[in-house]
Structure formats: C-alpha cells, structure tokens
T-cell receptor, first 112, second 117 residues
Framework: KAGVTQTPRYLIKTRGQQVTLSCSPI?????VSWYQQTPGQGLQFLFE???????NKGNFPGRFSGRQFSNSRSEMNVSTLELGDSALYLC???????????FGPGTRLTVL | GQQLNQSPQSMFIQEGEDVSMNCTSS?????WLWYKQDPGEGPVLLIA?????ELTSNGRLTAQFGITRKDSFLNISASIPSDVGIYFC?????????????????FGGGTRLMVKP
C-alpha cells in the first residue's frame, strides 16, 4: 500500500505571496492532519480534516487554511507569506477509528 | 495547551549501547506514539501505546505507557549506526474529546540520537 505523498517536496516563495501544498493520504484513510515543523517551535498541529470537514484547528493565524476533497486528498494554503512561515510542512493520515498517524515526507517551504 | 517534555535533548553513544529516553507531561494522555525522523523526511511511526502500564516491543525498541498516564519511555537495545535520527514522542490528551474523528497530537521536542561506530 502506498504511503502518504506530498507535493511539491520543495518550494521557494517570497514574502507576500501565497502557496498551496497538497497531500494524498494512504488509501482508505479518511483523516488528514497538517503540522508545521521548525527548529525553534518543533512540530505544531495546524488542522485536521475528516470526511471533508475541519475537525480541529491549532493555534495559527487565519492565513493558514485547508480543505479536503471527497477522495480524502487535502490541500493547505498559506496566504500573505511571512519569513517565519519557512518550515517543513508535514501531512499525516489515519483511518479515523484509531489514533495512529502516518506521515508523508513533507514539503520544505522557504520564504525569502 | 498540553506540553510534552522530552529528555534528553540529545545523546551521543557508542554502537552496541542501550538507549533510554522519556516524555513527561502535567496532563493525562490516552495514547502515546513514538516516531523516528531522518533528515529531510517525515516522522515514521515506531510504536503505539493505548493503555496505562502497557509495554510494547518492536524489534530492539521497547516503549511503555506510564501508570500515571502522564509519561512514556522508549528504550533501544544494542544500538546500531542506523538508529541515528531524531526520536519524538506524541500524545493524545485525555481531556480532548474524541468522537471517532477528532485527533490532535501533541509532540515532544525530540531526542537527537547519534551513534558512534
């Protein structure tokens, strides 16, 4: 069974731009969560989607948003990029009935 | 919000040695997960724990769910060079409502393991 895939793997943007990241969960997994990883703050929860509905949201500004499609694929959008948004963005999927989350390789976003 | 204190932050050991790391919290957790992350990659799930006192092994790795539900431990026996990486604990708090959909993991700060051949 294929794992979680994320595209693109690397992105370079400039301040003020917006970016969209994509995540395809493991087949059969209905829940997708997004995390931001930085050296200073570690792994921080952004939001979780389950059956196209946002179930939980972390403590991030409204510039961070996401959505989930009927095939469980998810996208995350960051608008008006700031230098501090440079991070590894990780997507994780789970079936929805257990807590184990499986991570993708991440998207490395650099904001210049 | 909940915080997980993971220690040690880093370890530099000789190949063949055993390794121990732990996570503690002031909050009660229902689930503990242990992950390993290699540079440039996403975390890989090593062990999942669901019951207080539970002891689970995965090869040379053994993890325990603390009796108080506020801590967890990971041990690696007979370390080898490929054990190098960052190990994270993650927990799902008991205070968090779980209705077959909600799931917000809190992560520890990580333990960087370096193994000298």
């Amino acid at each position: 069974k294929a794992g979680v895939t994320q595209t693109p793997r690397y992105l370079i943007k400039t301040r003020g731009q917006q970016v969209t990241l994509s995540c395809s969960p493991i087949s059969g997994h209905r829940s997708v969560s997004w995390y931001q990883q930085t050296p200073g703050q570690g792994l921080q929860f952004l939001f979780e989607y389950f059956s196209e509905t946002q179930r939980n949201k972390g403590n991030f500004p409204g510039r961070f948003s996401g959505r989930q499609f009927s095939n469980s694929r998810s996208e995350m959008n960051v608008s008006t990029l700031e230098l501090g948004d440079s991070a590894l963005y990780l997507c994780a999927s789970r079936t929805g009935s257990v807590d184990e989350q499986f991570f993708g390789p991440g998207t490395r976003l650099t904001v210049l | 919000g909940q915080q997980l204190n993971q220690s040690p932050q880093s370890m530099f050991i000789q190949e063949g040695e055993d390794v121990s790391m732990n996570c503690t919290s002031s909050s009660i957790f229902n689930t503990w997960l242990w992950y390993k992350q290699d540079p440039g990659e996403g975390p890989v799930l090593l062990i999942a724990l669901y019951k207080a006192g539970e002891l689970t092994s995965n090869g040379r790795l053994t993890a325990q769910f603390g009796i108080t539900r506020k801590d967890s431990f990971l041990n690696i026996s007979a370390s080898i060079p490929s054990d190098v990486g960052i190990y994270f604990c993650a927990g799902l708090a008991a205070t968090f409502e779980y209705n077959n959909a909600g799931n917000m993991l809190t992560f520890g700060g990580g333990t960087r393991l370096m193994v000298k051949p």
